[in-house]
Structures are given as structure tokens and as C-alpha cells.
């Protein structure tokens, strides 16, 4: 198993600019998150989905958009970028049983994608 | 690889010696908490949990340690050696019932361990 996927591991937007953060896991999970972490915070998260089709909004997710049409891939995009969007972008799955997190199902993270906007 | 946390507190300790991280968290409704490792340029890493219904736990070379009390979480890392270096999570999920759990992260430890 490759794990969890993220592409690409960098990139430099100018503002306004637009891009797609791609995001794939062949673990079967069907929770997958977004995360982004700013210098000496903790993750942030943007959006989440419980399955194929199904998404959701979470701690801040002002300035972005996600699709989950398969199980394995969950795309974060970006339509205007801004300065404050500069940051590590993290992806994350894990296998929870219905109703929430699972205790005994941690989250398993990409490698990460870092962005700039200039 | 990325620069994680260029403000975050740092722990150097001497190869072979003990370390210990803290973490307070402020929800006396939190019923699981998590150690996350972060390597640099990579993502986190899930190392050891435990249930609040617990106040301690061991798993290869680390041990987490939860006083409910004061709402304090500790890992402990065994003989520490050069791979540990990283920078250290802890994660707490305050049950939500019908809204689902909640997950937070804190900001992080960075444990730089010297030869």
C-alpha cells in the first residue's frame, strides 16, 4: 500500500491564481480529511468527508472547495488564492466505524503539500 | 523539507537520556487523546493513545502518561535516540454526539536529540 498520496509536494501561486491540492488513499478508508498547518500551530481542519459523495465543512474552510466523487481521491481546491492561504497542506484518511472518529482507527497523513502565494 | 514550526518550544536532550513532552488541554470533556511524531517534510505520524478512562499507557519505548485532574498529558520517550528527532503532537477528541466528534491538535513540541 502506497498510504496515503498528496501532489504536488510544492508549489507558488500568485494571488488570484487557482489550483487543485490532489489527494489519494488506496487503504479503502472512507473518512478523508484536509488539514493545513501553519508555523508553531497545530493542523487546522478545512473540510472532511465521511464517503464518496459526502462532504463537509470544518474549522476553516473560507477560501476552498472539495469534491469526493470515488473513495480514494478527495481533491482540495483553491479558487482565488490570497497570502493567507500560504501554508502545508496535509491530507489524512482513516477507517471509522458510522457515527465518528473511531478510537482504535488514527488518522494517516500524506507527506504534505506546501504552498505560497505571492 | 517544510518548516513545521519556526516558533515552537524546543526539548534537546542528550542521546540516551529520557524525554519528556507535555501537553495541557483545556476540555474536561476530551475522552481520547493521541501522540502524533512529524518528521521533517513529512506528515504526521499516529504513535500511541490513550482512553480517559486510563492514566497511563506503554508501547515501545514510549509512554503516555493523562492526569484528568489538571488536564495534563505527557509522553515519555525511553533512551532517546537520533531518530526521535521530530516535532511531537498531542491530540485530544472531546466526544460530540449527534454532531460528531471533535478533533484538535496542539501546537506542538520540537525534540531535538544530540550525539
Known amino acids: 500500500n502506497a498510504g496515503v498520496t498528496q501532489t504536488p509536494k510544492f508549489r507558488i501561486l500568485k494571488i488570484g491564481q487557482s489550483m487543485t491540492l490532489q489527494c489519494a488513499q488506496d487503504m479503502n478508508h472512507n473518512y478523508m480529511y484536509w488539514y493545513r498547518q501553519d508555523p508553531g500551530m497545530g493542523l487546522k481542519l478545512i473540510y472532511y468527508?465521511?464517503?464518496?459523495?459526502?462532504?463537509d465543512k470544518g474549522e476553516v474552510p473560507n477560501g476552498y472547495n472539495v469534491s469526493r466523487s470515488t473513495t480514494e481521491d478527495f481533491p482540495l481546491r483553491l479558487e482565488l488564492a490570497a497570502p493567507s492561504q500560504t501554508s502545508v497542506y496535509f491530507c489524512a484518511s482513516n477507517l471509522q466505524p458510522p457515527g465518528g472518529i473511531s478510537y482504535n482507527s488514527p488518522l494517516h497523513f500524506g507527506n504534505g503539500t506546501r504552498l505560497t502565494v505571492t | 523539507g517544510e518548516s513545521v514550526g519556526l516558533h515552537l518550544p524546543t526539548l534537546s536532550v542528550q542521546e540516551g537520556d529520557n524525554s519528556i513532552i507535555n501537553c495541557a488541554y483545556s476540555?474536561?470533556?476530551?475522552?481520547?487523546f493521541i501522540w502524533y511524531k512529524q518528521e521533517s517534510g513529512k506528515g504526521p505520524q499516529f504513535i500511541i493513545d490513550i482512553r480517559s478512562n486510563m492514566d497511563k499507557r506503554q508501547g515501545q519505548r514510549v509512554t503516555v502518561l493523562l492526569n484528568k485532574t489538571v488536564k495534563h498529558l505527557s509522553l515519555q520517550i525511553a533512551a532517546t535516540q537520533p531518530g526521535d528527532s521530530a516535532v511531537y503532537f498531542c491530540?485530544?477528541?472531546?466526544?460530540?454526539?449527534?454532531?460528531?466528534?471533535?478533533?484538535?491538535f496542539g501546537g506542538g513540541t520540537r525534540v531535538l536529540v544530540k550525539p
Open positions: 491530540a485530544e477528541i472531546v466526544p460530540g454526539g449527534a454532531a460528531g466528534n471533535k478533533l484538535t
Open positions: 476540555n474536561s470533556a476530551s475522552d481520547y
Open positions: 468527508s465521511v464517503g464518496a459523495g459526502i462532504t
